[in-house]
């Protein structure tokens, strides 16, 4: 596990958006949401701390090391992309041995990684299945274990459930909490659904126009709102947690 901690970072655009002095510091092992409407600055957010987007300013440390210079396979943090990202000439078990054989891992040592991986998220032997023949949860669990086969201190996830149906999104969520407590990973999760960040999270950063108008726990911010905006956003979520349970960090 590894802390994440942004110091004032900010990283804008000519067309727009993007993200303004925004700090915070995510503990080892914590689920983070970065939480609100499109445009508002959480992808931009996350894209940072992968090392895929390079802030106007502030900085990223790991712990205690700066990492904001260092490219994306220098940081040992694992991205789960919004459109999975997998290579659809390959196989399953050559999605997930991906990145461990980009580490250079021994071939003998592989199918073993790639066995561990696929057992996390309940594929085991799905190996030699390709992935265009697999269902639209299947490949979101296909990129989760390619993520989790270089055993990452971080795992980052940009609305990885967005394009599952309704059903199948509420699903695989619940299980994606229980795997996070399970392997004690430090999770940076981006959503624009609320419920999905107050149920999953530990704590949640709302974001809107680049800017962060609060961070706290799914209870504090649904009990104390900061701004009116957050209020206002969260009013939906709060009817519906009140008719089907409470946010993670009541349970």
């Given at each position: 596990?590894?802390?994440?901690q942004l110091?004032s970072?900010t990283r804008?655009?000519?067309q727009g958006?993007g993200?303004?002095?925004?700090?915070c510091?995510?503990?080892?092992?914590?689920f983070?949401a970065?939480?609100g409407?499109?445009?508002?600055?959480k992808t931009?957010?996350?894209?940072?701390?992968?090392?895929?987007?390079q802030?106007?300013?502030g900085?990223?440390f790991?712990?205690?090391r700066?990492?904001?210079p260092l490219?994306?396979e220098k940081?040992?943090?694992a991205?789960?992309?919004q459109?999975?990202?997998l290579?659809p000439?390959l196989n399953v078990?050559?999605?997930?041995?991906?990145?461990?054989?980009?580490?250079?891992?021994?071939?003998?040592e592989?199918?073993?990684?790639?066995a561990e991986?696929?057992g996390?998220?309940?594929?085991?032997?799905?190996?030699r299945?390709?992935?265009?023949?697999?269902?639209?949860?299947?490949?979101?669990r296909?990129a989760?274990?390619r993520a989790?086969?270089?055993r990452?201190?971080?795992?980052?996830?940009?609305?990885?459930?967005?394009?599952?149906?309704?059903?199948?999104?509420?699903a695989?969520?619940?299980?994606?909490?229980?795997?996070q407590?399970?392997?004690k990973?430090?999770?940076?999760?981006?959503?624009h659904?609320?419920?999905?960040?107050?149920?999953?999270a530990?704590?949640i950063?709302?974001l809107k126009?680049g800017l962060?108008h609060q961070?706290?726990?799914?209870?504090?911010i649904?009990?104390?709102p900061?701004?009116e905006f957050?209020?206002?956003?969260?009013d939906?979520?709060?009817?519906?947690?009140?008719?089907?349970?409470?946010?993670?960090?009541d349970?």
């Amino acid at each position: 596990m590894s802390s994440v901690q942004l110091e004032s970072i900010t990283r804008r655009f000519e067309q727009g958006g993007g993200i303004s002095d925004f700090s915070c510091t995510i503990q080892q092992g914590e689920f983070f949401a970065l939480l609100g409407p499109s445009g508002c600055g959480k992808t931009t957010t996350l894209r940072i701390v992968a090392g895929l987007e390079q802030p106007d300013s502030g900085r990223v440390f790991f712990d205690d090391r700066d990492v904001t210079p260092l490219p994306p396979e220098k940081r040992r943090a694992a991205m789960v992309f919004q459109s999975y990202a997998l290579f659809p000439h390959l196989n399953v078990f050559d999605n997930v041995a991906f990145g461990p054989r980009a580490q250079r891992l021994p071939k003998a040592e592989l199918p073993e990684r790639v066995a561990e991986a696929l057992g996390y998220v309940q594929l085991s032997g799905m190996e030699r299945r390709r992935v265009t023949e697999l269902s639209g949860g299947q490949q979101q669990r296909v990129a989760l274990a390619r993520a989790l086969a270089v055993r990452p201190p971080i795992l980052l996830l940009d609305e990885p459930l967005s394009n599952l149906d309704a059903e199948l999104r509420y699903a695989t969520r619940e299980q994606l909490a229980e795997l996070q407590r399970r392997l004690k990973i430090t999770a940076i999760y981006v959503t624009h659904d609320q419920e999905e960040a107050l149920e999953l999270a530990d704590r949640i950063a709302v974001l809107k126009d680049g800017l962060c108008h609060q961070i706290g726990t799914p209870a504090e911010i649904l009990q104390a709102p900061a701004t009116e905006f957050v209020r206002q956003f969260l009013d939906r979520a709060r009817d519906a947690m009140g008719g089907r349970g409470s946010p993670r960090q009541d349970v």
